[in-house]
């Protein structure tokens, strides 16, 4: 039955023999494709468990961020209490088109959050590893860079030239030596 | 870029998306461009005419991935008082949100004004001869409504519209029309072809980045476009229009190599 | 006569413009004397003709630009091709639920009779909105919260208003699943135009011209649940559940077409 080829709406098995995974959704007690693509079948993890049906996409799917998912965004503009971003990436996956998020002030440190100052944390331009903590408002999502690995991966010097990380909290232009302060991301 | 490359793995796709302008310099510095073609080389060009039986002429072109839809409906008006003798050609060229997400909804943004109205001047009159529009003298003459729709939007639509446009003409096929007491009446089953005065066959070239000139430009190399050149030449290989956009400056060598290369094109698709 | 709206941004004609008066033609003739002109059954839709990705896919990696899943769909001489593009974020948002939207248009040439004007016509809208109102139930908008999902239809030729809506449903159907979009299941739609006492199946314009009354109908024939009906025209009641029968039976021929063709884009 693997490899098959399905179309949504086609019964893949009865939820009582399969666990449903990615690309399924389960109706009156049968799980059914809900996405084009092939199907493929997991065995039980533990004993007495059930096998997992899903269905594997062929084409890679655009992402839409979600609480907890970890994004790749510029950023856009400033203010003293928030920066905008443009989130570009879910995980591994580009977004079709941007989605907007803010970073909070206070979203941007776990400790001495109220000593934080914006424009020594970001700068626009920047691209900024996050962690998505909201839903948010209306129209942005609500990010935070408080983890170590989250913050700036990616900034350009007032000279144009990439800097590199030096500090948690500083980057050097490695041409004209200049440091500016920024929120890093620890590298990998 | 390089002393980030051990900081951060960026997978191709995710580099193509953050830093679209770095992406496309690392192939260009290379002599190459990101779809594999060489600087001069153009995509692959596909005409299908008269695909429409609710238009009177029509024509689907592909160049590459981008699409447009040509379609001419023939209907009948008064003419102009001061040009008793003449039809209408109107040329519209139509890029909708679905064609590109660039685009929003509503009336015409720039680039689609820009299209028509090039087109426009290039064909009402120089390629149409609209005194063959003309069914009675001060009383009656055809209106030609092309609308060029794009359906696809991968860079260099006004290329693809000009050739629609030519091959929809091609295909057009004119109802015979008598005017009767105040009425025009046609004629389904006899049908006239346009005498086209030339055959217009365009070709584009994009100053990427300020420093690159390519053929062809697809939507991503359209982006960092600094300066585009337009060159149409005729069937007997003589300029009819030639239109550089863009304050990117194109050296008159270029120009010349360009002009060269547009003739080289159309000889090489045996038109 | 037809006045054409004069507008700065596009090139504009005459001021007015009509169609020449073609000479004694089909006008007027019983478009089902001696059975259907094209030959086809009473119960018989026009062939299928369907592609998935021609606005979408490509050689190369298409650009961030493009849509995410397209389709083109042909049926006798009704064409329609839709892009989809999204998830993405869009105007209205609804922190617990996806947004569908749909914008149908015609293309200027895409009518027999006369050109339309590029204005967006009422009739354009109504559309739009009862495809939204047909499909939205296929898809799994709770999997997208705040994030919105367009349909963008155009109809490149139309024959027959019933049956390019009829087309345009399942344009939409096909390029959501290309697009790899969350669904419940497909929405296969079907037409039938009244002829006498008999539905007659996907009527051309001129036998729906001649149809005292046109029905419509969306299905979704694995959870077997319809999700649009339009009639109108007069019919009676017991006609009305007799063609409900018979066009939702079509549905589902119809829908196995379509799977076909979208197995087929991938093997």
């Not at chain 2, 337009?230 to 120009?255: E, P, Q, S, T």
């Not at chain 3, 004694?24 to 998935?52: E, N, S, W």
Request: aromatic letters at 6%; proline letters at 4%; hydrophobic letters at 40%.
């Amino acid at each position: 039955m693997s490899g098959v080829v399905v179309t949504p709406g086609r019964r893949l098995g009865l939820a009582a023999e399969y666990e449903a995974g990615s690309g399924t959704y389960v109706r009156s007690g049968m799980v059914y494709a809900s996405i084009l693509g092939t199907r493929a079948e997991e065995p039980a993890g533990d004993a007495g468990g059930k096998p997992t049906v899903r269905v594997e996409r062929r084409n890679a799917k655009f992402a839409v961020p979600a609480v907890g998912s970890e994004v790749l965004c510029r950023v856009v503009r400033l203010n003293p209490r928030a920066a905008s971003v443009a989130i570009m990436m879910v995980g591994e996956t580009p977004c079709q088109e941007d989605f907007q998020g803010i970073v909070r002030v206070q979203d941007i440190r776990a400790t001495e959050k109220d000593l934080v100052q914006m424009t020594e944390s970001f700068r626009p331009g920047d691209v900024v590893r996050a962690e998505v903590i909201s839903l948010g408002d209306q129209r942005s999502y609500y990010l935070a860079t408080v983890r170590n690995e989250h913050g700036v991966v990616f900034a350009q010097s007032a000279a144009g030239n990439t800097m590199v990380p030096i500090s948690w909290e500083e980057m050097q232009d490695p041409r004209t030596g200049a440091v500016e302060k920024r929120k890093c991301a620890k590298p990998f | 870029m390089a002393a980030t490359a051990g900081q951060v793995a960026f997978a191709m796709e995710a580099f193509r998306r953050i830093h679209p302008v770095e992406f496309q310099r690392r192939f260009l510095s290379q002599e190459t461009r990101h779809d594999g073609r060489a600087f001069g080389q153009f995509r692959a060009t596909q005409v299908v005419k008269g695909t429409i039986s609710s238009a009177q002429g029509s024509s689907t072109v592909r160049i590459g991935d981008t699409t447009v839809v040509c379609g001419i409906k023939a209907e009948v008006c008064e003419p102009d008082v001061r040009r008793p003798d003449e039809g209408y050609l109107v040329t519209n060229v139509d890029l909708s949100p679905m064609c590109s997400a660039r685009f929003r909804a509503g009336p015409p943004g720039e680039s689609a004004q820009v299209a028509s109205e090039h087109i426009f001047r290039l064909f009402s009159g120089h390629v149409v001869d609209l005194r063959e529009l003309c069914i009675e003298s001060g009383q009656a003459a055809w209106v030609l409504s092309a609308d060029i729709v794009c359906v696809r939007h991968d860079g260099n639509v006004l290329d693809a519209a000009i050739i629609a446009l030519m091959a929809a003409l091609e295909d057009l096929a004119l109802p015979r029309a008598t005017l009767d007491a105040g009425a025009v009446t046609a004629d389904r089953s006899a049908t006239t072809r346009l005498t086209l005065r030339r055959r217009l066959a365009p070709a584009t070239f994009t100053l990427v980045d300020d420093a690159y000139l390519v053929a062809d430009a697809d939507d991503a190399e359209e982006q960092l476009a600094t300066a585009s050149l337009l060159v149409v030449l005729d069937g007997d290989g003589r300029l009819a229009n030639v239109w550089k956009r863009g304050a990117g400056a194109i050296g008159r060598a270029d120009i010349a190599r360009c002009i060269e290369a547009a003739a080289a094109r159309i000889s090489a698709t045996g038109e | 006569m037809a006045t054409n709206i004069m507008d700065r941004r596009r090139i504009n004609g005459p001021a007015r413009s009509v169609e020449p008066l073609y000479g004694p033609g089909a006008a007027g003739a019983d478009p089902f004397a001696g059975g259907r002109a094209d030959g086809r059954g009473l119960d018989q839709v026009r062939a299928i003709y369907m592609k998935t990705g021609p606005l979408s896919g490509g050689q190369h990696e298409p650009s961030e630009s493009a849509a995410s899943g397209s389709a083109y769909y042909e049926q006798g001489r009704v064409r329609v091709s839709c892009a989809v593009y999204g998830p993405r974020q869009g105007r209205r948002s609804n922190a617990r639920m996806g947004v569908f939207d749909c914008e149908f248009r015609y293309a200027p040439f895409a009518c027999s009779w006369k050109r339309r004007s590029h204005v967006r016509g009422a009739d354009e809208k109504e559309i739009s909105l009862m495809l939204e109102h047909a499909v939205a139930p296929a898809i799994r908008l709770e999997a997208y919260p705040k994030a919105c999902i367009d349909a963008f239809v155009t109809v490149i030729e139309s024959d027959g208003k019933a049956a390019t809506i009829a087309a345009a449903i399942n344009c939409i159907s096909a390029a959501l699943a290309d697009a790899g979009i969350e669904m419940y299941d497909s929405v296969a739609a079907c037409s039938m135009g009244l002829r006498g006492a008999q539905w007659v199946a996907d009527c051309c314009q001129a036998e729906e011209d001649a149809a005292p009354c046109s029905m419509l109908i969306a299905h979704m024939p694995s959870a077997d649940e319809v999700t649009y009906i339009l009639q109108h025209g007069k019919a009676t009641p017991e006609q009305t559940d007799q063609a409900v029968q018979t066009c939702t039976n079509m549905c589902t021929r119809v829908y196995a077409v379509i799977c076909r063709c979208l197995q087929a884009s991938l093997e």
